[in-house]
């Protein structure tokens, strides 16, 4: 599932212990409207449509296929020829239902904001200064009325408190540490976890100095630790970063596989965790200063703000 936004509306989901089925499904009357964006090669796609006069997105995505269920699923599933030339031959391959998995996310309601994130679109890269941060980016974060209350609810234990994994509560340097949800736990290829401070004063790169390497150097030391007791993955097999721009301006951490190719993991906006504290060590005022390329989309309000200012 992508990365949660701002503007604090959260994922329906049923209410069940997860694993359980549910009885009330909030795919059954959704209405399709049109189909914002595919792709064959990840096997997903994104729909806009309606549930019950709200409006909502539904992110359908194949289960990616599980060693430990290889033997029951060439066993147990049916097939169909499709064509066969000496020793070549390709088939449909029918599998029983528990194996067959679709993961299916649904927000809704859905904002306008949700439906543009997945909208195809094309994509600019912008180059921000450490100037254009302060007169651009920053008055423009402070104008929208981005909400990060569900960033609240998960450090206070009012939701999500089931699938927190590690907590450290110092107020300064504690952070949480949790599955992303576009991880379903069950492949450690995939592994995906975010780690959400619980300072509410910095909200990106932007914001760090030297005064907050405590804070970095507890969130790698303890992130790696945890999931290297939990999941079994060495430090040597993480990659651990920020996202520059954020998705949501309370300051958090990636922790993915270096298998994983997740997305967002890209030069143009991953900032390697290890990078940023030498940088800090260095220069308490590096992230201040420094000229910081990201993507746009061409509907995102920021690259207007960018164009108007002669910056594009």
Same mark, same amino acid.
């Given at each position: 599932?992508?990365?949660?936004?701002?503007?604090?509306?959260?994922? %329906?989901?049923?209410?069940?212990?997860?694993?359980?089925?549910?009885?009330?499904?909030?795919?059954?009357?959704?209405?399709?409207?049109?189909? *914002? /964006?595919?792709?064959?090669?990840?096997?997903?796609?994104?729909?806009?449509?309606?549930?019950?006069? @709200?409006?909502?997105?539904?992110?359908?995505?194949?289960?990616?296929?599980?060693?430990?269920?290889?033997?029951?699923?060439?066993?147990?599933?049916?097939? @169909? #020829?499709?064509?066969?030339?000496?020793? &070549?031959?390709?088939?449909?391959?029918?599998?029983?239902? +528990?194996?067959?998995?679709?993961?299916?996310?649904?927000?809704?309601?859905?904002?306008?904001?949700?439906?543009?994130?997945?909208?195809? =679109?094309?994509?600019? *890269?912008?180059?921000?200064?450490?100037?254009?941060?302060?007169?651009?980016?920053?008055? &423009?974060?402070?104008?929208?009325?981005?909400?990060?209350?569900?960033?609240?609810?998960?450090?206070?234990?009012?939701?999500?408190?089931? /699938?927190?994994?590690?907590?450290?509560?110092?107020?300064?340097?504690?952070?949480? $540490?949790?599955?992303?949800?576009?991880?379903?736990?069950?492949?450690?290829?995939?592994?995906?976890?975010?780690?959400?401070? +619980?300072?509410?004063?910095?909200?990106?790169?932007?914001? *760090?100095?030297?005064?907050?390497?405590?804070? #970095?150097?507890?969130?790698?030391?303890? !992130?790696?630790?945890?999931?290297? /007791?939990?999941?079994?993955?060495?430090?040597?097999?993480?990659?651990?970063?920020? +996202?520059? @721009?954020?998705?949501?301006?309370? $300051?958090?951490?990636?922790?993915?596989?270096?298998?994983?190719?997740?997305? !967002?993991?890209?030069?143009?906006?991953?900032?390697? #965790?290890?990078?940023?504290?030498?940088?800090? =060590?260095?220069?308490?005022? &590096?992230? +201040?200063? /420094?000229? *910081?390329?990201?993507?746009?989309?061409?509907?995102?309000?920021?690259?207007? %703000?960018?164009?108007?200012?002669?910056? $594009?």
């Amino acid at each position: 599932m992508a990365e949660r936004e701002n503007d604090g509306a959260a994922a %329906k989901r049923p209410k069940t212990d997860a694993g359980e089925l549910s009885s009330d499904s909030p795919v059954s009357d959704f209405k399709i409207t049109r189909i *914002l /964006r595919e792709c064959a090669r990840e096997k997903n796609i994104f729909i806009h449509g309606k549930v019950k006069d @709200q409006d909502a997105v539904v992110i359908l995505e194949k289960a990616p296929i599980r060693k430990d269920t290889l033997s029951e699923l060439l066993k147990s599933s049916q097939l @169909q #020829l499709e064509m066969k030339n000496d020793v &070549y031959s390709t088939y449909q391959l029918q599998a029983p239902a +528990h194996l067959n998995e679709i993961k299916t996310t649904v927000i809704c309601p859905a904002t306008e904001k949700h439906v543009k994130k997945y909208l195809h =679109q094309e994509v600019f *890269l912008v180059e921000e200064s450490g100037e254009d941060y302060r007169t651009v980016t920053l008055p &423009y974060i402070s104008s929208q009325s981005f909400s990060v209350q569900w960033v609240h609810n998960i450090l206070e234990k009012k939701a999500e408190a089931d /699938r927190i994994v590690f907590e450290d509560p110092d107020p300064l340097t504690g952070f949480v $540490l949790l599955p992303d949800f576009k991880w379903d736990k069950k492949q450690i290829q995939d592994l995906y976890l975010i780690a959400i401070v +619980h300072r509410r004063d910095v909200k990106s790169l932007r914001d *760090l100095t030297s005064e907050h390497l405590p804070l #970095l150097t507890n969130l790698r030391s303890k !992130g790696e630790d945890t999931i290297q /007791r939990q999941y079994g993955v060495p430090p040597s097999k993480l990659r651990v970063y920020f +996202h520059y @721009q954020p998705s949501y301006h309370h $300051l958090h951490v990636h922790f993915t596989s270096l298998e994983y190719n997740a997305p !967002g993991c890209g030069v143009e906006r991953a900032h390697l #965790l290890s990078d940023v504290i030498q940088n800090l =060590q260095a220069d308490s005022s &590096y992230y +201040h200063n /420094r000229s *910081l390329a990201f993507p746009l989309r061409a509907d995102d309000g920021l690259l207007l %703000k960018f164009k108007e200012a002669g910056k $594009l």
